[in-house]
C-alpha cells in the first residue's frame, strides 16, 4: 500500500454564493507527481492554498505528509514548497536577493542547498544580479520554483507554473519537475493545458469545484466511450454547426482548425458524412478517424449527465 502524501476527505469551500470546492476527495502517494486538469475557475488555486495552509476548508479534512493542515500548520509550511500561479517574489530584489531571503527565512542558505536546486539555478545564474521584475517569463518561473526548493520541501505545490510562458519554456519546465520527482518529491501541479496531463503520473479533471475523474492520462483516454472523427474544412465556424445537425452525432468540438466529431455508433459512415458537407457547400473537406485525447474526455465528462 502507497505512503500517502496528501489525504483530501470531503472538502467544501464557499465564497459567499460561490461554491469553489464541492465535496471533494482525494489520495497522493509519496513521490508522485500528480496533476489538476482544468479551466480557470474550476478550483484549483483554492485546493492549494487550503493544501499549503493559507486557507481553511468549510468542511472535511486534509492532510500533508501526516500533518492536519489545521492543528499542524506549522509543520507543513516547513515541509512544503509552494509556487503560486501569480509570480509573488520581490521585484525589486535582484535573483541572488530572492534566493538568500527565502534560504534565510527557513534557516538555511543557498550554499547549503545548492545542489538541490543547481539544474535549475543554473539557467539563470548568469542573471543573479538582474532585479526579479526585469526577468522573462521563462527566467521568473525558474527563480519561482527555486525559491521553493530552496529549504529542501518533502512535496511542492505549484499553481499553474507554466500558464505564460512560451512552448520552449513550458517544456523545460516539466523536464525540471521530472528530476525533482526521481529525487523523491511529491509533487502536485495545476494545470489549464490539457496537453501537459500526459506528463503527470495520475491527473485529476476538475471542473466547477468537482472531481470529475482521477486516473492515469492512459486509463482516462482507454475508457473514453465514443467514436471519434477529426473534420477540416474552409470554414470552421459554418462547419461546428452544421456538423451538429447531422443524424447520430453526440458532440462537437473545435479543436484549433479542425472539429472533432463524437458519435455512439462505432460504424460511421464517413462517405454519407463528406457527402453531406459537400451538400453544405463545404471545401476542402478532410475526415479522418482520430484517437481521443485527455481533452476530449474532459469535454465529455463534462457534458454527461
Not at 58 to 70: A, I, L, N, P, R
Not at 198 to 215: E, F, H, K, P
Not at 264 to 288: A, C, R, Y
Request: with cysteine; charged share 25%.
Amino acid at each position: 500500500m502507497p505512503v500517502k502524501s496528501v489525504h483530501v476527505q470531503q472538502v467544501t469551500k464557499r465564497f459567499g454564493e460561490t461554491l469553489a470546492l464541492d465535496d471533494i476527495s482525494f489520495d497522493v502517494a509519496r513521490g508522485e507527481l500528480f496533476g489538476f486538469i482544468g479551466p480557470d475557475g474550476a478550483g484549483k488555486t483554492t485546493l492549494f492554498r487550503i493544501l499549503t495552509t493559507l486557507l481553511l476548508a468549510d468542511t472535511g479534512t486534509c492532510s500533508v505528509e501526516g500533518h492536519d493542515v489545521v492543528k499542524d500548520y506549522k509543520k507543513i509550511r516547513k515541509i512544503s514548497g509552494y509556487m503560486p500561479g501569480k509570480f509573488s517574489l520581490y521585484q525589486d530584489l535582484t535573483v541572488e536577493e530572492n534566493l538568500n531571503f527565502f534560504a534565510t527565512i527557513f534557516g538555511t542558505t543557498l550554499e547549503e542547498n545548492y545542489d538541490l536546486i543547481k539544474d535549475i539555478y543554473r539557467q539563470i545564474e548568469p542573471f543573479k544580479t538582474r532585479k526579479a521584475g526585469k526577468l522573462s517569463g521563462g527566467m521568473k518561473q525558474k527563480l519561482a520554483l527555486s525559491c521553493a526548493m530552496i529549504h529542501k520541501p518533502d512535496i511542492l505545490f505549484l499553481d499553474e507554473p507554466t500558464t505564460g510562458v512560451d512552448a520552449v519554456s513550458r517544456l523545460e519546465f516539466w523536464e525540471m519537475l521530472k528530476r525533482l520527482k526521481e529525487a523523491g518529491i511529491t509533487i502536485l501541479v495545476s494545470t489549464p493545458y490539457m496537453d501537459e496531463a500526459s506528463l503527470c503520473d495520475r491527473v485529476a479533471l476538475i471542473q466547477n469545484g468537482r472531481i470529475m475523474t482521477i486516473s492515469t492520462p492512459i486509463e482516462i483516454i482507454h475508457h473514453y466511450p465514443l467514436s471519434l472523427l477529426s473534420v477540416k474544412a474552409g470554414d470552421i465556424y459554418k462547419l461546428l454547426g452544421e456538423l451538429r445537425s447531422y443524424p447520430g452525432v453526440h458532440s462537437v468540438f473545435a479543436f484549433g482548425q479542425t472539429a472533432h466529431v463524437a458519435f455512439h455508433d462505432k460504424n460511421i459512415d464517413t462517405g454519407d458524412l463528406s457527402d453531406f458537407l459537400v451538400k453544405m457547400q463545404h471545401k476542402s473537406v478532410e475526415i479522418s478517424p482520430v484517437e481521443a485525447t485527455i481533452e476530449d474526455c474532459f469535454m465529455e465528462l463534462m457534458t454527461a449527465p
